[in-house]
């Protein structure tokens, strides 16, 4: 039903700024939650940030909280991650996911996943 394809992975230098994009084809509705997970290699995944598609709430993980910032765009069916002053931990595949009601941190909860970006922070 709903496909999810991220892009805008890359190296960057510690300190440094990223933003990545996932974009959504099929349907979509107001009442998903919408979120980024990332995985270190020998890792969980772990939750980093999700919103509302409909109104816009957003929560953070706390490790990442007052770095980066999550945001979508209704019209282009978009979801977007701003990452500022990154840190080599922050290094990982990035996966952006939809559950079908609200907001959610726990990666069961959520249904559709896209195929990942790779993000490297060097130090």
């Known amino acids: 039903q709903v496909q999810l394809v991220e892009s805008g992975g890359g190296l960057v230098q510690a300190g440094g700024s990223l933003r990545l994009s996932c974009a959504a084809s099929g349907r979509t509705f107001r009442s998903y939650g919408m979120g980024w997970f990332r995985q270190a290699p020998g890792k969980a995944r772990e939750f980093v940030a999700a919103?509302?598609?409909?109104?816009?709430?957003?929560v953070y993980a706390g490790s990442v909280k007052g770095r980066f910032t999550i945001s979508r765009d209704n019209a282009k069916n978009t979801l977007s991650l701003q990452m500022n002053s990154l840190k080599p931990e922050d290094t990982g595949v990035y996966s952006c996911?939809?559950?079908?009601?609200?907001?959610?941190?726990?990666?069961?909860?959520?249904?559709?996943w896209g195929q990942g970006t790779q993000v490297t922070v060097s130090s």
């Open positions: 996911a939809v559950r079908e009601y609200g907001l959610g941190t726990q990666a069961a909860e959520f249904r559709y």
């Open positions: 919103t509302t598609w409909g109104d816009g709430r957003t």
